[in-house]
């Protein structure tokens, strides 16, 4: 995706479904060698590169959110785990051992030491930049909503969803509820569901009248849910304190992991540097080079807002 315009400085959802592989990094780029991790203990990060490659595998905790991690017929699928695998196997660590959560207990799993990396297409936002360390964006991906078929309230954005005072299903801790309220909806409109097919669910039993998640998600879901009565509507930038939001993703590390984390990057940046690898990897989840992030993008500027 080249040319983009004042990509998204907080943002980026993104999500996992099933049993995926995982990874994460950078952002803060403070030199904390230690990690946050609860009573449990666990030792410091700054060799957790080379233990990973010692023992072989990484703990990878996702959110089960297709199309970006999820169990496809026993086997690991979706972006998250193809990419990351791919990352991972270059990076000496050849399996990735799943740890599912759901998408709020995903950092604070991270941090207690229960997995070493998040798979989650989790936005890159300065208040989780202040707990954890993001990769470089794997992804940009703009929002869109998810209304009943026919479109009967006639939404277009969430600035319409909150003029016509309609309820609007936003996956729990993501971004989308900020970028709801920013547009105006009512703290009550705004519904947290736990999973995708809630948001679904919801918006058929109508609990719900839009479901807002990244375009890329509501596309793979409606296409999960072949006959069900619903449609993706066109995406959309939301737009918060005069600022695009485009929503770009990454994979999330503690902070001490610095060397994992810029390993990481390494081959991150090989594979984004590469179009045509890189949707050749996973351009069949829907990924195309409109969502290979530009690399004038950086964690960085979008962790100081």
């Given at each position: 995706m080249n040319g983009l315009p004042s990509l998204d400085r907080r943002r980026f959802l993104t999500r996992s479904l099933g049993i995926g592989?995982?990874?994460?990094?950078?952002?803060?780029?403070?030199?904390?060698?230690?990690?946050?991790?609860?009573?449990?203990?666990?030792?410091?990060?700054?060799?957790?590169?080379?233990?990973?490659?010692?023992?072989?595998?990484?703990?990878?905790?996702?959110?089960?959110?297709?199309?970006?991690?999820?169990?496809?017929?026993?086997?690991?699928?979706?972006?998250?785990?193809?990419?990351?695998?791919?990352?991972?196997?270059a990076l000496g660590i050849p399996e990735l051992r799943p740890h599912l959560a759901e998408f709020g207990?995903?950092?604070?799993?991270?941090?207690?030491?229960?997995?070493?990396?998040?798979?989650?297409?989790?936005?890159?936002?300065?208040?989780?930049?202040?707990?954890?360390?993001?990769?470089?964006?794997e992804f940009v991906s703009p929002t869109a909503l998810m209304v009943r078929e026919g479109n009967p309230e006639g939404l277009s954005d969430l600035a319409s969803c909150a003029a016509k005072g309609v309820r609007v299903g936003v996956l729990t801790a993501a971004v989308e509820g900020g970028y709801a309220k920013a547009a105006g909806v009512r703290d009550g409109a705004v519904v947290s569901v736990g999973k995708q097919q809630d948001g679904l669910d919801a918006l058929l039993a109508g609990r719900i009248d839009a479901f807002?998640?990244?375009?890329?998600?509501?596309?793979?879901?409606?296409?999960?849910?072949?006959?069900?009565?619903?449609?993706v509507l066109e995406p959309f930038v939301p737009v918060i304190d005069g600022v695009k939001r485009y929503s770009p993703g990454g994979a999330v590390f503690r902070?001490?992991?610095?060397?994992?984390?810029?390993?990481?990057?390494?081959?991150?940046?090989?594979?984004t540097g590469d179009p045509g690898r890189y949707v050749g990897l996973i351009g069949k989840y829907g990924f195309t080079e409109r969502e290979v992030p530009p690399r004038t993008l950086r964690t960085a500027e979008l962790c100081a807002g």
């Amino acid at each position: 995706m080249n040319g983009l315009p004042s990509l998204d400085r907080r943002r980026f959802l993104t999500r996992s479904l099933g049993i995926g592989t995982l990874v994460a990094a950078p952002a803060l780029l403070g030199a904390c060698t230690r990690t946050e991790i609860d009573s449990g203990g666990t030792r410091g990060d700054a060799d957790l590169l080379a233990r990973l490659r010692k023992q072989g595998h990484v703990r990878v905790g996702f959110a089960g959110e297709a199309p970006y991690g999820f169990q496809d017929g026993g086997e690991l699928a979706g972006e998250a785990p193809t990419l990351h695998r791919e990352i991972f196997t270059a990076l000496g660590i050849p399996e990735l051992r799943p740890h599912l959560a759901e998408f709020g207990a995903l950092i604070p799993g991270l941090l207690a030491g229960r997995f070493d990396v998040v798979s989650a297409g989790m936005a890159i936002t300065p208040e989780r930049c202040a707990k954890v360390a993001f990769s470089e964006p794997e992804f940009v991906s703009p929002t869109a909503l998810m209304v009943r078929e026919g479109n009967p309230e006639g939404l277009s954005d969430l600035a319409s969803c909150a003029a016509k005072g309609v309820r609007v299903g936003v996956l729990t801790a993501a971004v989308e509820g900020g970028y709801a309220k920013a547009a105006g909806v009512r703290d009550g409109a705004v519904v947290s569901v736990g999973k995708q097919q809630d948001g679904l669910d919801a918006l058929l039993a109508g609990r719900i009248d839009a479901f807002a998640l990244t375009g890329i998600s509501l596309r793979w879901l409606a296409r999960a849910n072949g006959s069900a009565a619903v449609e993706v509507l066109e995406p959309f930038v939301p737009v918060i304190d005069g600022v695009k939001r485009y929503s770009p993703g990454g994979a999330v590390f503690r902070t001490g992991a610095v060397s994992l984390r810029e390993a990481f990057d390494e081959e991150l940046a090989r594979i984004t540097g590469d179009p045509g690898r890189y949707v050749g990897l996973i351009g069949k989840y829907g990924f195309t080079e409109r969502e290979v992030p530009p690399r004038t993008l950086r964690t960085a500027e979008l962790c100081a807002g």
